[in-house]
């Protein structure tokens, strides 16, 4: 390809991100020019000179090339690629990764979609002595010129003054400044004052004093730091044993060298307690994004980033694409979270993203977690990643004991409460003893398995090895390859009535703990009790401040929040994510059990922890409640050998929507076809998606197995090309790349 012709979307900051301008390319740039250069072009009328971003490069013109205009060249002192340069190239890439167009690429890479007018200091200051403002002001007062006056006397005794101060207390208005300001008595100092939401000032704190095994991590990475062996590892850390301070003794070495740090937790409820940790370590540079930012506070963070006047930018997703120029380190904590998934297109991981991030920026990647998920931890063993370990807790009661409460025995015994003896009576005992309590509601995958309350049998698809889900009250349906079977209304292990799906609720937890202990003090913590602005801030507060008793919530509580005063968590319904229909299930539910445990003890006093299930012999449930990763590991990574899952294979959901039902799943099959008939990869389903019907759209899904990801990339470059020469019309098509 000549390469003759670029599509360019003109600076991000000034104009709308909804349609690329076709230039034509000089001679002397085609060696030059890319998708993703920065590049100067006239636009407008008027032939303005404005800076631009090469989406992509073809021999095609769009129009007469005689009409069209040129690049005029790239712009100077770019010799190293700049912020906006390298989120362009990474929207490219997302794009070419995870499907969708360019633009929803570019709204992501380019969170704050608008620019907002800056919030400014305005200072009043005096220019002439303290004396000559009196005699002026008495001079003023003999004229009647009163508001003069005043501003004269109050200035002669304070020499600069707020310009909002003067107006709402002196009933000064600016007239009479700006008439003043021209006689030389003062003058108008503006400023930009940014929107900044961060946490009050902490006090600096003492650098925590690091253990052997903390200051062994430390040394290794900043050796290989400085010897320009940057990368990606793995901190695989117990829960309580210092991840914390050892990515924030990495920063200090990246800060050190100059360089700027984004830290990727996964749920706003964190936000918090981690931006109070590194403000008391790194002061004002820190600063935190997330959704329930004002637009103004949004755009002020990204400003201040850009100006280097931050060096730290924590929060979720989002805040990986923060603009900093020299960025020297991203670290994700929690790294295994399913939070790090978009939802929408392009549906990206934050970690692969974060690795090609780091790669255009020549930035370190620091993956964190006491439950790392497969793919990093099978990367980590195959030497991809550099792999950094701490066994221990840094206190010295050591890891919480896991007691494993059977819910069919509990069943047997006549016990049908929400509660099993054994937790009953050790809540009992922690509220004697005034110590604090969390109980974990495990509703993650609740919509739907179906399981006997006698044995725990669970109801499985034959050719998946994931549950089936209940449709309706009629059948059983398998979301990954279409599979059907009529409901069961006994069990066909043990011939049980006892069958159903598994349903509950915070509010039901809440209510029952209330009933139980009517003394106790409880908090809730779920998507309800946290919908205004400071909702998480103000629960974890009070549970903090021992204003409560006992914690109510689902996975948000459970989440890396550090309270000393907890010493018992209970985990109530540990299947309900053990058996929702996705090939992770046991993996989330490893995570979420130990997780949750590892909220107990975590100071001066050691820590309890009741795991309710109807499956204690799983191997998930099992190895959480002996807390030991490596088993956990073996028996999974079997699995997903056997059955060519990811991170062993890699798999790419297609989702195909349409208002007409019979359109979406003709769809499904025509696209289905297309990828079997090209023989790169084998296909699976279609079948109609765990959700058929949702918003009057009705949704087909089929998914393709390859074990090479690029493969996958090619295929849906394929459907996408497919689609073009066979227009859909109204049908939509999501791709998802390593499904979650």
């Known amino acids: 390809m000549l390469g003759l012709y670029a599509d360019v979307i003109i600076e991000i900051s000034h104009e709308k991100l909804d349609r690329p301008f076709q230039y034509k390319i000089p001679e002397n740039l085609r060696d030059t020019i890319y998708p993703g250069a920065r590049v100067e072009i006239p636009f407008g009328n008027a032939n303005r000179v404005i800076r631009g971003y090469v989406i992509s ?64 200091k305005k200072t009043v200051i005096l220019c002439v002595s ?96 400085h010897m320009g062996l940057k ?86 997703r989002s805040a990986l694409f923060t603009p900093f120029s020299n960025l020297g380190i991203i670290i994700i904590d929690e790294e295994h979270e399913g939070s790090y998934k978009a939802e929408t297109m392009p549906k990206y991981h ?77 809540m009992k005992d922690r509220l004697k003893k005034k110590e604090q309590i969390m109980l974990f509601l495990n509703r993650r995958g609740f919509a739907g398995f179906v399981s006997c309350r006698k044995c725990g049998v669970v109801m499985k698809c034959p050719h998946c090895d994931v549950s089936l889900s209940l449709h309706g009250r009629s059948k059983l349906v398998c979301h990954y390859c279409g599979y059907e079977t009529p409901m069961i209304k006994t069990c066909p292990e043990c011939g049980s009535k006892y069958v159903g799906g598994m349903r509950a609720g915070t509010e039901q937890v809440e209510e029952a703990v209330k009933q139980m202990f009517p003394e ?38 459970v989440k890396g929040h550090d309270f000393s005063k907890v010493t018992l968590v209970g985990i109530l319904a540990a299947d309900m994510s053990l058996y929702a229909n996705d090939h992770r299930a046991g993996e989330r539910t490893f995570q979420l059990l130990t997780q949750a445990a590892g909220r107990a003890g975590r ?53 195909i929507e349409d208002r007409d039902p019979d359109r979406s799943a003709e769809m499904a099959s025509l696209m289905a076809e297309a990828v079997r008939a090209s023989g790169k990869a084998a296909v699976i389903g279609p079948a109609q998606d765990s959700i058929w019907k949702l918003r009057d759209v009705y949704r087909n899904v089929f998914y393709i197995r390859h074990a090479d990801m690029e493969v996958l990339a090619d295929v849906k470059d394929l459907l996408e090309n497919w689609r073009r020469d066979n227009p859909t019309g109204s049908t939509q098509v999501q791709f998802d790349f390593d499904p979650m």
């Not at 503006?190 to 040394?219: F, G, H, W």
């Not at 690795?355 to 990647?365: K, S």
């Open 603 to 655: 100071a001066d006093r050691p820590g309890e922890v009741v795991i309710q299930t109807y499956s204690p012999e799983h191997y998930s449930v099992a190895a959480a409640s002996h807390q030991d990763y490596n088993v956990f590991y073996a028996e999974e990574i079997g699995y997903r050998k056997l059955m060519g899952y990811p991170p062993v294979s890699h798999m790419l959901k297609v989702l």
């Open 350 to 426: 934050a970690r692969e993203t974060a690795i090609e991030r780091g790669r255009l920026a020549g930035a370190a990647v620091v993956l964190g977690s006491a439950t790392p998920s497969v793919d990093s931890f099978y990367h980590a063993k195959r030497g991809e990643y550099r792999l950094y370990q701490l066994s221990d807790r840094i206190s010295d009661t050591g890891l919480p004991i896991v007691t494993v409460a059977d819910l069919r025995q509990e069943l047997t015994r006549g016990n049908r409460s929400i509660f099993s003896d054994v937790l009953r009576e050790k």
């Open 520 to 557: 106790a003090r409880v908090l809730r913590m779920d998507a309800d009790t946290t919908k205004e602005k400071g909702g998480y801030d103000r629960i974890l507060s009070a549970f903090a401040n021992e204003e409560a008793d006992i914690l109510v919530g689902t996975q948000m509580i």
């Open 57 to 120: 490069i073809s021999d095609r013109p769009e129009f007469p090339p005689e009409r069209m205009k040129e690049i005029i060249g790239i712009p100077e002192g770019l010799g190293e690629s700049g912020p906006e340069d390298q989120l362009i190239r990474l929207a490219i890439w997302m794009k070419r990764h995870y499907g969708g167009t360019l633009i929803q690429a570019l709204r992501v890479v380019f969170p704050v979609k608008k620019a907002v007018r800056p919030k400014e």
């Open 231 to 316: 990368g990606t590892s793995l901190l695989f850390g117990v829960t309580g044993s210092g991840k914390t301070e050892v990515y924030m003794e990495m920063i200090a070495e990246v800060i050190a060298d100059g360089k700027q740090a984004i830290v990727l937790i996964p749920e706003i409820a964190l936000t918090f307690q981690t931006v109070m940790r590194f403000s008391a370590r790194f002061g004002s540079r820190v600063s935190y994004l997330h959704s329930k930012l004002s637009q103004g506070e949004r755009y002020d963070q990204f400003c201040r980033a850009r100006d280097g006047e931050i060096d730290i930018m924590i929060g979720p």
């Open 130 to 225: 303290q004396e000559r403002a009196e005699e002026a002001a008495a001079e003023c007062e003999k004229k009647h010129r009163v508001a003069q006056a005043r501003l004269l006397q109050a200035l002669a005794s304070c020499s600069e003054m707020d310009l909002s101060l003067l107006k709402d207390r002196f009933n000064i208005g600016l007239p009479v400044i700006r008439r003043m300001e021209e006689h030389g008595f003062i003058k108008l100092s503006v400023e930009k004052d940014y929107r900044n939401p961060a946490i009050a000032e902490n006090s600096r704190k003492k650098v925590c004093e690091l253990t052997e095994a903390q200051r062994s991590i430390v040394s290794d990475f900043a050796k290989n730091y």
